[in-house]
């Protein structure tokens, strides 16, 4: 079944590392070819390393790209190769979450990264590629969310709401295709093993290893594959949503701690 997204083309936001540089490393062991966007172009050329390392056949192209900003799109979009203007699955996988902070002490700054990067970058992104998809009729669009769509959390109040909308967002895309053979889907991961908890802890690896070493996780392999089962089914059918969570985590407030398993 995944033959099926042989020799598709796939533009994955946030792909320098954790979940997307990990959608696509499997989307390329089973024969699409990737176009890898981020802000970090010296990890963009790694992963495009890793990729042609185990894949060398497949066409990698790297766009440095601030998904935040509306121009950088724009022009990230004009530098695509012939071979990728026409994009069959795009991953809006793009997201961060800046500082543990109760709503009563979040900073603006913070609230604007969070609203450019988790909602409006998804539009700015969508808006480029849509319209072709609607040309050809084809095409689908994975939107990686987080299982706080649903349940907001203490100190991710800001995440939490960014992710609400991002749900909002992937249903009225849904409805607004629903006459077309575009398919819209949407990822819900629970606690991943990546860099962003790095970031949410300001660069502090440490609290971050305290808080895997406290909580179970899995890593951003398991939500690739996620993907990859979406993106393979038949045209007829569509798996419109996923909630990928490591076994012990039951509800986004609701997680089993490490420690106890082993008493």
Known sequence: MFERIK???????????????????????YGANVVISARRMAKLTEVEAQIKQTSPSIKVHK????????????????????????????????????????IKDLSSENMDTMLNTNIKSVIFVTQQVLPRMLERDTGMIINIGSIVSTTPRPTAGMYSATKFALSAITQTLRMETNDTNISVVEIKPGIIETEFNIVRNFGNRAASKKFYDAAPSIPPSDVAEAVLFAASRDPRCIVSEITVVPRGQAHPLFVQPKSSKNE
């Open 7 to 29: 020799g598709k083309t796939i533009f994955i936001t946030g792909a320098s590392s954790g979940i997307g540089k990990s959608i696509a490393i499997v989307f390329a062991e």
């Open 63 to 102: 766009v440095a790209m601030d998904v935040s900003c509306e121009e950088s799109v724009k022009s990230g979009f004009e530098s695509l190769p012939s071979w990728a203007e026409d994009i069959d699955i795009l991953v809006n996988n793009a997201g961060v979450s800046p500082g543990v902070e109760l």
